[in-house]
């Protein structure tokens, strides 16, 4: 591969000079086989050339997109989800954060799960992604069975004969 200053030289002593392959690549000692190559094709042939600015909009239009089906998805969650949502904006500087975190809870728990929690929060008016996933670790954690109740019966006590305790010691002190 040449660089395209080389390049350029080629293409420039065979139109303005007029010279023949031999002698361009004993000009610029090349073989004549990368001299012949490069008269039959373009330095700059099967490049991509993009705009800087082109890409840009396309990028921003793809990622709103991306954030409004996240939003749409949020809201199809449960009827208070519009309302929560509204509340995420006001108290949280990071509401999209706290909806894809939502959202990821949805896959993990599963939708129903997710809506009856937000909705729980929402009744509590705490306004997070971790308030939700606090309840959903919850209300998964399993709860112990309790063991079976153990009643004693008269006849079950062990029948021990305790001696009278010796107040005496004690009654001196109160009278001083």
Excluded at 59 to 78: D, G, M, N, P, V
């Amino acid at each position: 591969m040449i660089d395209y200053a080389t390049y350029c030289q080629i293409r420039a002593l065979d139109r303005e000079q007029k010279l023949r392959v031999g002698q361009i690549a004993q000009q610029l000692q090349l073989d004549k086989k990368t001299v012949r190559y490069w008269l039959q094709h373009d330095y700059d042939r099967h490049r991509d050339f993009e705009h800087p600015d082109h890409a840009r909009p396309l990028l921003e239009q793809r990622l709103k997109a991306r954030e409004q089906h996240l939003l749409h998805r949020f809201l199809s969650l449960c009827p208070q989800a519009p309302d929560y949502y509204q509340q995420l904006q006001q108290r949280r500087l990071n509401a999209r954060h706290h909806v894809q975190k939502i959202l990821a809870l949805v896959e993990i728990y599963g939708a129903d799960k997710v809506s009856r929690a937000l909705q729980d929060t929402h009744q509590y008016q705490a306004y997070s992604c971790e308030y939700i996933a606090n309840i959903l670790e919850q209300r998964a954690r399993p709860i112990p069975e309790p063991g079976a109740l153990h009643l004693t019966r008269a006849c079950d006590l062990l029948e021990l004969d305790l001696p009278q305790p010796d107040l005496s010691v004690y009654e001196g002190q109160v009278l001083k």
